[in-house]
């Protein structure tokens, strides 16, 4: 439902990102689905302006023009989202996507220890890029279902509803889907699809439609990494892949924290500045 816009600002001619959600999009909406997305754009623009992470998307602006349109303003990125790079380059070798998925974890890290689950982590929603004089600088966008741990029920019956689901199905946690309690662990289980993901270049489970994907993340045991992928898995970084794909909550590394720290034990030769500048001088899109 919303629109991005490049923009300059008039005084400083800093670059930025403008999404804006129009009062017309929201005139076409049934009443609980308008509220539902004004709620999200005011909870992503509040998220934002609360975490400070380097690798969490920057909030400059946020407010209401005189028609009524809702914008919030943001540091432009340069670079794509991880789900155009897959597509258009094919499945990462192992230690980028270490180096990446580390990145992750410290947006998430921030995120979880204030409270809030993500929701929505996939690869359209995680951006990488360049950054000052760092390539392969991560960012994780789209705030927009961020949920607080210590929150009511008031969202999800109007989700519910408003017939809608809560996140993306190809990359949800099973307790998403089956309105379980969710904690930080709901965003290790997408990031370990991403990881799969970005590995093998195709999703963990294949299915024509949303309700058929939902029950397999809920029923179906993933094939591993491996045994799809074109590239060198490392065992170690596999059996990580897997854990963080468990069904229960309670067999998933317990934090962001710990799971950027065993994805930094994994015995593979990392993956350096000087890789992704030159990745990037090669590949860098228009």
């Known amino acids: 439902m919303g629109e991005v816009y490049r923009a300059t600002h008039r005084m400083l001619a800093r670059p930025a990102a403008i ?3 129009r009062p017309e999009v929201l005139a076409e909406r049934t009443g609980e689905t308008a509220q539902l997305a004004v709620a999200r754009f005011r ?20 407010g209401v023009t005189e028609d009524g349109t809702l914008y919030f303003v943001m540091e432009l990125l340069l670079g794509m989202d991880l789900e155009s790079l897959v597509r258009r380059e094919g499945p990462l070798p192992a230690k980028r996507v270490i180096h990446i998925l580390r990145q992750v974890c410290e947006s998430l890290e921030e995120a979880h220890a204030s409270g809030l689950v993500h929701r929505d982590i996939k690869p359209a929603n995680i951006h ?15 705030f927009g279902l ?45 990031l370990g699809c991403v990881a799969y993901y970005l590995l093998t270049g195709q999703l963990v489970f294949e299915a024509e439609a949303p309700l058929q994907m939902i029950v397999k993340h809920l029923q179906n045991v993933p094939v591993p990494p491996s045994l799809r992928a074109e590239i060198q898995v490392p065992q170690a970084l596999e059996r990580l892949v897997l854990t963080c794909l468990a069904k229960r909550p309670a067999d998933r590394p317990p934090s962001a ?19 992704a500048t030159r990745w990037w001088r090669m590949h860098q899109p228009a």
């Open 19 to 21: 999404k804006l959600i």
């Open 43 to 62: 909870r992503e623009a509040e998220a934002a302006a609360n975490l400070r992470s380097p690798h969490t998307v920057a909030l400059y602006d946020f």
């Open 128 to 142: 990488v890029g360049r950054v000052g004089l760092r390539h392969d600088f991560v960012t994780v966008l789209d």
């Open 146 to 190: 961020v949920k607080s741990v210590a929150g009511g029920k008031s969202e999800e019956s109007l989700v519910t509803e408003a017939g809608l689901t809560p996140g993306t199905p190809a990359y949800m946690a099973p307790e998403m889907m089956s309105g379980e309690t969710v904690d930080g662990r709901a965003d290790l289980y997408s």
């Open 257 to 275: 924290t710990e799971l950027s720290r065993l994805l930094a034990e994994v015995d593979i030769e990392p993956w350096s500045e000087e890789e």
